[in-house]
């Protein structure tokens, strides 16, 4: 039987509150009140011949009707005579809905967070009206966010770092937590100026509304063992922020970037040389470091699809980058070292040589099997070095 039952029903406005039409009426929204829903019922045929059915099927709908509304219709059987029959259910009212799925709490607390907006940031009822359910899961923390949007609209482009912003019952992780809901609610409360539009995402966050970002960091080696920045004679493993990165210009020719630490921690000496810990696709700290134009730079990342895709992304801030082991020699070297890349890169790299280009196009084609790759780390030390004395034989650096 496949008849609609108060199950049904329920399942039908479930899915108008899925899609928040219930809470954003409660918001001011259009009602979508009166509605009808869809019924399927019996037809004279199975009125004659299961009746019994047909009886429990309208009295299963009869035991809820508070909650809607029947329309009837009359059906004469030649046995049976005039029978009445449901030929529509019809939802009248939000209360009606909101009984029928047991959501009346819920609405309630949504309503108090309607009401207290209302009180205090009227402008962004429309968020609300449009987001009603994300709503409703903030309800907790709402006060504490309207706190902070008030707060930065009385402090716009503050130059503090959200450590800083001291508010009873606001913590930096609820800030940082809600970084995706607070620019959308920012937004709609913040004056244009006080609002640094190039900046976008939670990366951006803190650079849009002026608060004060945590500086990017540039941990290098220095590879040879005359070139020191730091008066010790122990390893020149430095860590410094991008701007005084950006100031440095060492008296090297060569620049070695390397993903994996261990490849960064042991690369072994090189003259006029250093080595940049690198940040897989994060390339923008390096992006003003105009000194870096006028270094040699080679950059070793895996032997995958990712590895030649990071690799172009560089060439787009450094248009010289040569590639270090990542050829096709390198790869069928280590093939009892070979794994499977979890999800490859498929689309195409502008910023590839011929070489790469076509070992690229045979990673994703799979040439020599599913998902072929080769770590980096999984290189041999004698490999490396013996690359290394290649490249001094060949003049660089």
């Avoid at 899925?18 to 009426?25: C, H, I, N």
């Avoid at 960064?264 to 897989?280: E, H, K, Q, T, Y």
């Avoid at 780390?377 to 290394?388: C, D, H, M, S």
Wanted: aromatic share 10%; glycine share 8%.
């Amino acid at each position: 039987m496949k008849w609609t039952t108060p199950t049904g029903l329920q399942a039908q406005v479930h899915k108008l509150w899925d899609r928040g039409l219930l809470l954003a009426s409660v918001a001011g929204g259009e009602s979508v009140f009166p509605r009808r829903l869809a019924l399927k019922g019996p037809d004279s045929r199975a009125l004659g011949e299961r009746f019994s059915e047909v009886r429990d099927w309208i009295a299963g709908l009869v035991a809820n009707e508070g909650l809607y509304r029947i329309e009837w219709r009359s059906v004469n059987h030649r046995v049976l005579g005039a029978n009445r029959i449901p030929s529509a259910i019809w939802i009248d009212t939000l209360e009606q809905a909101l009984g029928l799925i047991g959501k009346h709490r819920a609405a309630e607390r949504f309503a108090g967070m309607v009401e207290r907006t209302r009180e205090t940031r009227a402008e962004l009822i429309p968020w609300l009206t449009k987001r009603p359910l994300r709503a409703l899961a903030l309800a907790e923390e709402w006060p504490q966010l309207l706190a902070i949007i008030d707060w930065l609209s009385k402090h716009p482009r503050p130059e503090v770092y959200l450590r800083q912003v001291d508010l009873p019952g606001v913590h930096t992780k609820l800030i940082e937590g809600h970084r995706a809901v607070l620019a959308e609610l920012f937004d709609l409360v913040l004056p244009e100026e006080a609002i640094d539009a190039t900046h976008t995402g939670a990366f951006g966050f803190c650079r849009r509304y002026g608060f004060l970002d945590k500086p990017a960091r540039v941990r290098f080696r220095m590879l040879d063992p005359t070139v020191r920045l730091l008066p010790m004679a122990s390893d020149q493993d430095i860590t410094l922020t991008q701007a005084a990165f950006s100031s440095l210009a060492p008296s090297v020719t060569t620049v070695f970037i390397t993903e994996n630490e261990i490849n960064f921690l042991a690369f072994p000496n090189v003259r006029d040389s250093m080595v940049i810990f690198g940040a897989g696709y994060g390339f923008a700290n390096l992006a003003t470091v105009h000194w870096l134009q006028e270094k040699n730079i080679l950059y070793w990342g895996d032997i995958d699809t990712h590895g030649f895709a990071i690799l172009n992304q560089l060439r787009g801030f450094f248009p010289h980058t040569v590639s270090f082991l990542m050829d096709r020699e390198t790869l069928l070297a280590h093939r009892q070292f070979w794994g499977s890349e979890p999800q490859p890169q498929t689309g195409d790299l502008l910023r590839l040589t011929t070489e790469e280009q076509t070992l690229y196009d045979q990673l994703r084609q799979h040439t020599w099997g599913v998902s072929v790759r080769l770590e980096q780390e999984k290189i041999g030390f004698r490999y490396l070095a013996a690359a290394l004395q290649k490249l001094r034989s060949d003049g660089l650096p």
